[in-house]
């Protein structure tokens, strides 16, 4: 899961329990299940191998691809 500047706060109060499933002595690197209720999250990387992280940056290029930049010192 992925969530961004105060949405990890969010993502705490959406997370009901926890309970650790492989590599406890890892700490919060460990495997958890998480139950869960509302939570505010973007799925990063879908069942498909998809990541956000590589589709994202590609869509938002192509939508402000014609929107001007104008600088400060050609304002």
């Given amino acids: 899961m992925i969530a961004i500047g105060e949405a990890a706060y969010l993502v705490s109060?959406?997370?009901?329990?926890?309970k650790i499933?492989?590599?406890e002595d890892l700490?919060?690197?460990a495997i958890y299940e998480f139950d869960v209720?509302?939570?505010p999250v973007t799925v990063a990387v879908d069942?498909?191998?998809?990541?956000?992280h590589e589709t994202g940056p590609r869509e938002?290029?192509?939508k402000?691809?014609?929107?001007?930049?104008v600088s400060?010192?050609?304002a």
């Fill in 37 to 39: 209720e509302d939570m």
């Fill in 64 to 69: 402000i691809a014609g929107i001007p930049v």
């Fill in 13 to 18: 109060k959406a997370i009901r329990s926890a």
């Fill in 27 to 29: 700490g919060m690197e």
């Fill in 60 to 62: 938002w290029q192509a």
């Fill in 21 to 23: 499933l492989a590599f």
């Fill in 72 to 74: 400060e010192t050609s």
């Fill in 47 to 52: 069942s498909a191998g998809t990541s956000v």
